[in-house]
């Protein structure tokens, strides 16, 4: 990415990152409406629940693999592949510790978290049962996204959507094989999920090892590095954190939610599976204008960054006018997908309301990643946990203040408080750093 358009590498690399955030948020999204459809608007209300939870936790590992991934770029545009691989090895081996032992521990305290969260009786139980189970998924989880950063960070960002698609494609398969025909419950759903990670995982290590042999570590480099941990943890720690911030921020706003009945839980969980469809492939975006930049911060072409970012900008505003209007279009048939039966047309109504004010809000988290993906790239990892934290508080609060008063749509308002907010911190601190760094 240090020669050559900058508009044809951003799109080149992204269009493969829109596609699989797209195919990532399928197989979960086709999980919830198999589950709403085929077990009932309980099984659809325990995946809502548990959603933010297993967020919480698995965004906070691979945000490991993101700062990782962010270093790993800077050694490659430098051409440093001894320190690539080292990065490589780190990452694999202390990662794998850690998610071992945080899956451990959140299979312990599952129904502690559950209390906390004021989830109704009536689905605490199979809450639970599906929350100990995806846990059991995590270390699987995060060696796809650790080896999935380490082949985005040269660049290839085709091949992890490959992996991607097949286990999408499985999961959706046993989904309608053994809750739609059998009418397995949430146990199978929950199952079959796990088996789709551990398989996008096994791919992706198998490719590695064949096919991207200047990424794979030589057998003297399998150690966990200190000196490169502590650079790995100077790039990942804080995004981990920052990953880490959002979701603890969704917990308190599903709490708020909970409070509110069945319904509006089925609802809210519907909805924001549309959230996830509209804002994850903004990060995506965000994803690539980070390794522009560090990959040409690597090899010194400081007149990259700017343009860059500004590539990054239109093409973040081109995705929101796209997915801004399918939202406000469809917005209707897109919650009728997740849920039937008792209490379905309240919470189609509750849904479809909620969906035609995001339609327009969905620009805000479009800025906002664009510049997440700025400060990451340049290596401002802090700046990232700043905004990140004050668009989730205020968020959060408003979320509180609104919600009670005036319902989902209190919900909406609350995210557009947070974004704007946020923005208010970014944009000048972005003109700061740019004058600072002397890009033009």
């Given at each position: 990415m240090t020669t050559g358009s900058t508009y044809s590498h951003l799109w080149r690399y992204a269009l493969p990152l829109l596609l699989g955030n797209w195919l990532q948020l399928a197989y979960n999204a086709i999980d919830s409406m198999i589950a709403g459809r085929f077990i009932g608007r309980e099984a659809l209300a325990a995946e809502g629940i548990a959603g933010p939870i297993m967020n919480l936790v698995i965004l906070a590992i691979t945000g490991l693999c993101i700062g990782a991934g962010i270093l790993m770029s800077e050694y490659f545009g430098a051409k440093d592949y001894d320190m690539l691989r080292r990065a490589m090895a780190t990452m694999l081996l202390s990662g794998a510790a850690v998610s071992l032992a945080i899956s451990a521990v959140c299979i312990l305290i599952s129904?502690?978290?559950?209390?906390?969260?004021?989830?109704?009786?009536?689905?605490?139980?199979?809450?639970?049962?599906?929350?100990?189970?995806?846990?059991?998924?995590?270390?699987?989880?995060?060696?796809?996204?650790?080896?999935?950063?380490?082949?985005?960070?040269?660049?290839?960002?085709?091949?992890?959507?490959?992996?991607?698609?097949?286990?999408?494609?499985?999961?959706?398969?046993?989904?309608?094989?053994?809750?739609?025909?059998?009418?397995?419950?949430?146990?199978?759903?929950?199952?079959?999920?796990?088996?789709?990670?551990?398989?996008?995982?096994?791919?992706?290590?198998?490719?590695?090892?064949?096919?991207?042999?200047?990424?794979?570590?030589?057998?003297?480099?399998?150690?966990?590095?200190?000196?490169?941990?502590?650079?790995?943890?100077?790039?990942?720690?804080?995004?981990?954190?920052?990953?880490?911030?959002?979701?603890?921020?969704?917990?308190?706003?599903?709490?708020?939610?909970?409070?509110?009945?069945?319904?509006?839980?089925?609802?809210?969980?519907?909805?924001?599976?549309?959230?996830?469809?509209?804002?994850?492939?903004?990060?995506?975006?965000?994803?690539?204008?980070?390794?522009?930049?560090?990959?040409?911060?690597?090899?010194g072409k400081k007149e990259r960054i700017r343009p860059g970012f500004r590539a990054g900008i239109v093409l973040e505003i081109g995705y929101w006018v796209i997915i801004g209007t399918i939202t406000a279009c469809f917005r209707r048939p897109i919650v009728s997908l997740f849920v039937t039966g008792e209490g379905a047309k309240e919470v189609i109504s509750l849904g479809s309301t909620y969906l035609m004010y995001m339609a327009f809000f969905y620009l805000w988290p479009a800025m906002t990643n664009v510049f997440q993906g700025f400060f990451r790239g340049v290596g401002k990892m802090y700046t990232t946990i700043i905004g990140t934290t004050i668009q989730i508080s205020f968020r959060t609060l408003f979320t509180y203040l609104l919600a009670p008063r005036i319902g989902m749509v209190g919900i909406t308002f609350a995210c557009a408080i947070g974004w704007t907010v946020m923005l208010v911190f970014e944009v000048p601190y972005y003109f700061v750093t740019c004058r600072k760094a002397g890009w033009k």
């Amino acid at each position: 990415m240090t020669t050559g358009s900058t508009y044809s590498h951003l799109w080149r690399y992204a269009l493969p990152l829109l596609l699989g955030n797209w195919l990532q948020l399928a197989y979960n999204a086709i999980d919830s409406m198999i589950a709403g459809r085929f077990i009932g608007r309980e099984a659809l209300a325990a995946e809502g629940i548990a959603g933010p939870i297993m967020n919480l936790v698995i965004l906070a590992i691979t945000g490991l693999c993101i700062g990782a991934g962010i270093l790993m770029s800077e050694y490659f545009g430098a051409k440093d592949y001894d320190m690539l691989r080292r990065a490589m090895a780190t990452m694999l081996l202390s990662g794998a510790a850690v998610s071992l032992a945080i899956s451990a521990v959140c299979i312990l305290i599952s129904p502690q978290m559950l209390h906390l969260m004021a989830v109704p009786e009536e689905i605490h139980g199979i809450t639970v049962t599906y929350l100990r189970i995806t846990f059991l998924g995590m270390p699987f989880t995060f060696f796809y996204n650790a080896l999935s950063a380490g082949l985005k960070s040269v660049g290839n960002s085709k091949t992890p959507l490959k992996f991607l698609a097949f286990s999408a494609i499985l999961n959706a398969v046993l989904d309608l094989i053994f809750l739609g025909i059998f009418g397995f419950g949430i146990v199978c759903s929950a199952v079959t999920t796990v088996v789709a990670e551990a398989v996008s995982a096994i791919l992706a290590c198998r490719y590695m090892l064949t096919g991207e042999r200047e990424l794979w570590p030589q057998k003297n480099q399998w150690k966990i590095h200190r000196s490169m941990l502590k650079k790995i943890l100077s790039y990942g720690g804080p995004t981990a954190f920052q990953q880490a911030v959002q979701p603890i921020g969704k917990l308190l706003i599903q709490g708020q939610v909970n409070a509110l009945g069945v319904n509006v839980i089925a609802a809210f969980q519907a909805v924001t599976k549309m959230d996830d469809f509209a804002c994850i492939p903004e990060q995506g975006i965000a994803s690539a204008v980070s390794t522009f930049l560090a990959q040409n911060r690597g090899a010194g072409k400081k007149e990259r960054i700017r343009p860059g970012f500004r590539a990054g900008i239109v093409l973040e505003i081109g995705y929101w006018v796209i997915i801004g209007t399918i939202t406000a279009c469809f917005r209707r048939p897109i919650v009728s997908l997740f849920v039937t039966g008792e209490g379905a047309k309240e919470v189609i109504s509750l849904g479809s309301t909620y969906l035609m004010y995001m339609a327009f809000f969905y620009l805000w988290p479009a800025m906002t990643n664009v510049f997440q993906g700025f400060f990451r790239g340049v290596g401002k990892m802090y700046t990232t946990i700043i905004g990140t934290t004050i668009q989730i508080s205020f968020r959060t609060l408003f979320t509180y203040l609104l919600a009670p008063r005036i319902g989902m749509v209190g919900i909406t308002f609350a995210c557009a408080i947070g974004w704007t907010v946020m923005l208010v911190f970014e944009v000048p601190y972005y003109f700061v750093t740019c004058r600072k760094a002397g890009w033009k």
